[in-house]
């Protein structure tokens, strides 16, 4: 289990630093949010997931995505505008959608994706299905109107919903000190509107898997859950650069020392795993994004006649 958990958690990781490499040097100047750092809560939520329980996402969702089994040359294609994009190359790195892996879209307005959850939930209760819908979001989506009117509706109506709360510790570049009052207390706000609330060290997979594992059971009964995973955030907001200038608590120090890939990589090595085949592991990981990379730069982009093809109007 350990040693396919980070063949997920390290594709992810390479794609992202792969493609932030590729945007700098053709200079991509189109917006994209790099998921560095924080993979060990998406891998460890989808793993906890069946096939056919859904997912949404926001504007930081490549590795929402990918944990959910996307396909890495279509999510490519998807940044680069190309027609064998998840969205025919008209969604861009924000919006992406695969249905064929019941990954139902990921929005960038901030909090948009909590209360269309709730719609998707309700679908499945609606007709007594025994899947759940699981919605990610980060800390600033969290501090959105949008966010406590779903949690209402949630229980309401006892929606198959988990929400994961991805808390970076910050939204863009502010701080959450910044941004909260110092009686902010998201147990308190979570549990006030009667949602199960769980913390967990999203920079451990095992700590996030099994909590989650855990959850569903009940979340699958109708009763909603907010599981909120501590994180660090690598990159910048936007973009593939660094910034280090408000960093606190999250440090290049601590992101090192707490690195998600890094850990579990120590837990498949002390579970008897040899440095070269996991080595070997990582070189085909490399190699598959590599090919990925020149897929997508090869591929065409839309013809003229699809303008208007493949869209919600």
């Not at 590599?290 to 869209?311: C, G, M, W």
């Amino acid at each position: 289990m350990l040693l396919d958990a980070y063949k997920k958690m390290f594709l992810i990781r390479i794609a992202e630093e792969q493609l932030a490499d590729y945007y700098l040097k053709n200079k991509i100047m189109s917006l994209v949010h790099f998921y560095v750092g924080q993979e060990a809560i998406a891998v460890g939520v989808c793993d906890a997931l069946h096939k056919n329980d859904r997912v949404m996402g926001n504007h930081r969702s490549h590795g929402h995505y990918l944990a959910k089994g996307g396909d890495l040359k279509k999510m490519v294609c998807e940044l680069f505008g190309k027609e064998c994009g998840s969205s025919h190359g008209k969604g861009g790195s924000m919006h992406m959608i695969d249905t064929s892996v019941n990954f139902i879209g990921s929005t960038p307005i901030l909090s948009s994706a909590v209360p269309l959850s709730c719609g998707s939930a309700l679908e499945q209760k609606y007709h007594k299905s025994d899947m759940i819908t699981v919605v990610f979001l980060g800390d600033g989506a969290f501090e959105e109107g949008g966010v406590y009117e779903s949690l209402n509706l949630s229980t309401l109506f006892k929606l198959p919903l988990l929400i994961v709360l991805e808390n970076n510790l910050r939204s863009i570049d502010t701080r959450l000190w910044e941004r909260r009052s110092s009686a902010h207390d998201t147990k308190k706000i979570v549990t006030g509107f009667g949602v199960q609330y769980v913390k967990a060290d999203g920079n451990d997979y095992l700590d996030v898997v099994g909590k989650v594992r855990k959850l569903i059971p009940e979340v699958r009964e109708g009763k909603p859950a907010l599981i909120e995973c501590m994180t660090y955030r690598h990159m910048a907001h936007s973009g593939p650069t660094f910034e280090e200038e408000t960093r606190e608590e999250d440090t290049i120090e601590q992101r090192k020392e707490n690195d998600s890939v890094l850990k579990i990589r120590q837990k498949i090595l002390d579970s008897g795993i040899t440095e070269e085949e996991v080595i070997a592991v990582e070189n085909n990981i490399k190699k598959t994004v590599t090919n990925a990379i020149v897929f997508a730069k090869r591929a065409p982009f839309p013809k003229k006649e699809s303008l208007y093809t493949d869209l919600y109007v």
